[in-house]
């Protein structure tokens, strides 16, 4: 999009999607001058490596899709394309029916496309993979599921869409751990629209999901694609690079990142927008505000009520991310896999995942210690964040003893706590975003919005929608 002259655009917040933005705009749209305001005293928002047991490890994301392309697009644009890599383990397990079962070849989003290694991989009750299969028979989508635009009216929840078309026990075994797994959420409550794409692509090519499924997999390998391509990629010196690298990018284009500077209030000033921090008044032809939603219907609630109001009710999970070191002796198992998950039926009292980091990345590998990153708390549920360190710590170890025969104390730990850390998407929610975007356009002209909130929380989505942000704000004429 070509640029409208000169002008002065505040980035709100420097997460991934800010400092995404703000990097587009410094180096794509050399008519835009460009300052990053940001709370808190670093910039990266989830994206954390700290040291542990002598190695960068992440406290929050450790890897992004590779099927989404913007996040390895941004990677090669900072050269950081030859360093990434992709885990050494590319096999999950889940604890089902009170065993670690390896998760069947086929899945897509945890819905099986073969019955047969459904069946073999004993996560499932026969009762469950004959219900499954029957879906390959459906002439008709079942009774109940909506059949408007996906996005819109038509959209549902994956638990209404997996349990109608395969049961509840696919869902409740596979299809809810992994996807609760993203978001720390309950996938009976997410939208299919913007949190399962692929299922809602699938389920609308064919009454069979696994048959629409088949279908979008035999499409992608006729169009070329790599059935062994890396399905993710990580950075073996930590996921913050990617933001430190943005970070000195931005520096070195002289772009102002202002930390500790928290936008406190944002008004019209004539056609210019005028952002007040403690530090003083900011003024900006564009502000892209790319804060959590909370802190977005704050800002915006004299400007654009209704969009404020919308943004003030979407919920979030808090979960809290473990990290231990375990001797590796102290384990009964052979870690072959990158981790597991934890069926529904089969909940643990605090662990909800394990990754097993050490046997995912190559560069974590060590034959002495294993390095566990553990997630505790979900949606609704945060009686483990508000445990002490020592006393979360004791109650994953019990779970760790449970699962994988865990018989010493860990010899090191880092609890990080994610209060309200993760977006939960509900049916219709892109139709909402879509709702926020258009009332603050109108009552609101000259701010974009842009974040995990919006249109997908995962690093390539984030990373878009900064693109895309960036390309709206220098693009829209000022008023
Ligand atoms: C535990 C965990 C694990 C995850 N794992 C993965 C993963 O493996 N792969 C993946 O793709 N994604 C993962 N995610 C999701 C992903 O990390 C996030 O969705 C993404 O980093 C969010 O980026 P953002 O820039 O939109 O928001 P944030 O990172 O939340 O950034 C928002 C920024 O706004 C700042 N801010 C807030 N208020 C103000 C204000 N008033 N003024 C100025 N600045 C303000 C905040 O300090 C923050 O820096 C994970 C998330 C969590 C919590």
């Not at 000195?248 to 210019?272: M, N, Q, W, Y």
């Amino acid at each position: 999009m070509a640029d409208t002259g000169t002008s002065h655009v505040v980035v709100v917040g420097a997460g991934i999607t800010g400092l995404t933005a703000a990097f587009t705009l410094a180096t794509r749209h050399p008519g835009v001058r460009v300052t990053v305001l940001e709370a808190s005293e670093r910039v990266g928002g989830k994206i954390l490596t700290t040291p542990f047991a002598g190695r960068p490890v992440d406290c929050g994301a450790d890897a992004f899709l590779a099927r989404v392309p913007e996040a390895l697009e941004l990677c090669e644009e900072l050269g950081l394309r030859q360093v990434l890599t992709s885990p050494a383990e590319r096999s999950a397990l889940v604890w089902a029916r009170g065993e670690l079962r390896r998760l069947p070849a086929g899945l897509v989003l945890g819905v099986p496309t073969d019955m047969d290694a459904l069946a073999a991989s004993g996560i499932v009750s026969a009762d469950g993979v004959a219900r499954a299969a029957r879906d390959l028979h459906a002439t008709e989508a079942p009774a109940g599921e909506p059949s408007g635009a996906p996005d819109g009216d038509g959209d549902l929840s994956v638990g209404q869409l997996v349990r109608g078309r395969l049961g509840d026990e696919v869902y409740e075994q596979l299809v809810a751990p992994l996807l609760s797994g993203v978001n720390a959420g309950d996938a009976d409550q997410l939208s299919v629209a913007a949190g399962a794409a692929q299922l809602a692509a699938a389920a609308r090519r064919h009454p069979s999901l696994v048959r629409g499924l088949r279908e979008q997999q035999a499409e992608a390998l006729a169009g070329g694609a790599d059935p062994n391509a890396p399905v993710f990629y990580g950075i073996p010196v930590g996921t913050q690079t990617l933001t430190d690298l943005l970070l000195a990018r931005l520096t070195a284009a002289r772009v102002p990142v202002h930390l500790s500077c928290p936008v406190e209030g944002i008004e019209h000033r004539g056609t210019s927008v005028a952002l007040r921090t403690g530090a003083g008044t900011v003024e900006a032809d564009r502000v892209v505000l790319c804060t959590p939603a909370p802190v977005a219907a704050r800002l915006l609630a004299p400007l654009a009520p209704d969009a404020a109001a919308g943004l003030g009710e979407l919920e979030y999970a808090s979960a809290a991310m473990v990290t231990l070191a375990v001797p590796r002796a102290a384990l009964d198992h052979p870690l072959d896999a990158s981790g597991f998950l934890v069926g529904a039926a089969d909940r643990l009292p605090t662990l909800t995942a394990c990754s097993w980091a050490s046997s995912k990345w190559a560069h974590l590998a060590d034959p002495d210690v294993v390095v566990l990153r553990v997630s505790a708390g979900r949606y609704g549920d945060t009686a483990a964040l508000d445990l002490p360190d020592d006393e979360l710590v004791a109650a994953l170890a019990l779970d760790l003893r449970t699962t994988m025969g865990l018989s010493a104390a860990p010899v090191a730990h880092r609890v990080t706590r994610w209060w309200d850390g993760l977006p939960q998407f509900r049916p219709g929610h892109l139709a909402l975003v879509r709702a926020w975007r258009a009332d603050v356009a109108a009552t609101a002209p000259g701010i974009v919005l842009a974040g995990a909130a919006y249109d997908g929380l995962g690093l390539p989505a984030c990373v878009r929608q900064g693109r895309h942000a960036a390309a709206e704000a220098a693009a829209t004429p000022i008023a």
